[in-house]
């Protein structure tokens, strides 16, 4: 089981860039791939992006896609996302999440992929 914390969140203007950590306790991090996604108000969870267990690679939701960079420590069980030119509706609760079990692409890219959640850290983007 993997325990996940996220951090970083808070109140930004359209045009910041915000940074976001997730932390997790788990010897075996080096085997998950980690993800984010986020939840906005009145919708969905919403693919945001992954990084591969090594961190060679990534993939990223088309909301974000050009602004969002997301990287990992191995060495620290950490991953980072950062998103740069916030807009107003980047305003969500952004969780982390970390998958082993994902047979392909799309299971990649959706909340049932993975089996590991953090609590959320809110990002609200004013205008």
């Known amino acids: 089981q993997v325990d996940v914390v996220e951090s970083g969140g808070g109140l930004v203007q359209a045009g910041d860039s915000l940074s976001l950590t997730c932390k997790t306790s788990?010897?075996?991090?080096?085997?998950?791939?980690m993800a984010w996604f986020r939840r906005a108000p009145g919708k969905g969870l919403e693919f945001v992006g992954r990084?591969?267990?090594?961190?060679?690679?990534?993939y990223y939701g088309d909301s974000v896609k050009g602004r969002a960079t997301i990287s990992r420590d191995n060495d620290k069980d950490t991953v980072l996302l950062t998103i740069n030119t916030l807009k107003p509706e980047d305003t969500a609760m952004y969780y982390c999440?970390?998958?082993?079990?994902?047979?392909?692409?799309?299971?990649?890219?959706?909340?049932?992929?993975?089996?590991?959640w953090g609590q959320g850290t809110q990002v609200t983007v004013s205008s």
């Open positions: 999440a970390g998958g082993r079990n994902a047979r392909n692409q799309w299971e990649w890219s959706v909340p049932s992929g993975y089996e590991t």
């Open positions: 788990e010897i075996t991090f080096v085997t998950y791939v």
């Open positions: 990084v591969s267990p090594s961190g060679a690679l990534t």
